[in-house]
């Protein structure tokens, strides 16, 4: 009996001899779809499935493993990528005692302001920012619950 990863490794073989006939291939299996935007929406809606999303996140997790290196180097490019976006311009100074951890939060790409760690953690993801700017508010300008 035949590995999955001979015949794998046999039909790549075939069809970089045979490009020609992949091409023909590829053509009529369009054809089957009427057109290709047909076949893209097809594609879409799987990929938008449960079944269609368990599957790539099982592929994506099988790559990771496989490409250890690779994924290394994306998350130090990405970084990178972003650091390079911030500056670091301190708007006040620390107001909190010295046994109080504290992170730097950015509250625009260039300023930041000091505000102790846990509170910085409380929100994080898409609107990390934004909610974090109502504590910097009421720790730095003494806004309490709208009041000014």
Do not use: C
């Amino acid at each position: 009996m035949v590995s999955n990863e001979a015949q794998k490794r046999a039909a790549k073989k075939w069809r970089k001899r045979n490009p020609k006939k992949v091409k023909q291939m590829n053509k009529n299996w369009y054809k089957k779809f009427d057109n290709k935007n047909k076949h893209i929406l097809k594609t879409k809606e799987w990929q938008q499935s449960e079944k269609g999303k368990a599957s790539a996140r099982k592929a994506t997790i099988k790559w990771k493993q496989n490409n250890k290196e690779k994924v290394r180097i994306f998350r130090k490019k990405t970084k990178a990528r972003r650091k390079r976006n911030f500056n670091w311009i301190l708007m006040f100074p620390n107001p909190f005692a010295n046994s109080v951890l504290i992170d730097y939060h950015h509250i625009t790409d260039a300023y930041v302001v000091a505000i102790p760690r846990d509170l910085h953690h409380l929100y994080y993801g898409k609107y990390h920012r934004e909610k974090t700017m109502e504590i910097v508010k009421q720790i730095y300008l003494g806004e309490l619950d709208g009041n000014k």
